[in-house]
């Protein structure tokens, strides 16, 4: 399981990268973890069947992250068009944001494997079952979806930017479970009270 708990101040390598809202405006990443922790989920592209699959599940566990201390952030490296209408068809209520130039990927060292690593089986089966769960790739211009060959993760991120938990997702539809996220934040969150 691709899992770090290897805590280390990301304020440095990504803090200061601006990436926009889907409205364009721009927001510093820094800031969206300065007041509070942020459970950031980094998408792969906003037309990905299982980041649809993701997010739908991530949706379920928002009060959790509330209750706990933390909010969701979203990061996707579409079109600030297409980050707000993946925002408006999933319902999501918390912050969706956008890096059509994957800084904020690189910063946290998220894949980008080549093409032929799609032909891994365990995308075929992750992308049937999304596929039989009524989820569907967008048809939507590449350019504006994102980079279909980037891969995503999950970032537990304390106030200031101690990073407290990563998981980088090894192949498209690897994603940790709520489960996990829920775990790794309730102990961040208990690692920042002690």
């Known amino acids: 399981m691709p899992v ?14 601006t990436i926009l809202r889907p409205d364009r405006s721009t927001v510093r990443l820094g800031a ?4 509070q922790p942020v459970v950031l989920a980094l998408v792969r592209h906003f037309g990905c069947i299982f980041c649809k699959e993701q997010v739908s599940r991530l949706r379920t566990i928002v009060g959790d992250i509330h209750s706990a201390g933390a909010e969701l952030v979203i990061v996707g490296s579409g079109s600030p068009q297409m980050a707000g209408f993946f925002a408006k068809d999933y ?15 690189q910063a946290l060292e998220v894949r980008r494997p080549p093409r032929l690593a799609f032909v891994d089986p365990r995308v075929f ?6 596929l ?8 939507a ?30 192949f498209a539809g690897d994603h940790p479970t709520n489960a996990a996220i829920l775990s790794a934040l309730r102990e961040a969150m208990r690692v920042r009270a002690a």
Do not use: C, H, K
Not at 132 to 139: A, F, H, N
């Open 4 to 17: 770090s708990t290897d805590e280390g101040n990301v304020n440095a390598s990504a803090g200061a990268l």
């Open 32 to 35: 969206v973890w300065a007041e």
């Open 91 to 105: 319902a999501i209520t918390t912050t969706v944001l956008t890096d059509p130039e994957r800084r904020v990927y």
């Open 125 to 130: 089966v992750r992308g049937l079952r999304a």
């Open 132 to 139: 039989l769960r009524g989820y569907r790739q967008q048809s």
């Open 141 to 170: 211009q590449m350019s504006e979806r994102g980079d279909e060959t980037q891969l995503g993760g999950v970032f537990i991120v304390r106030s200031g930017g101690t990073l407290a938990w990563a998981y980088r997702s090894a």
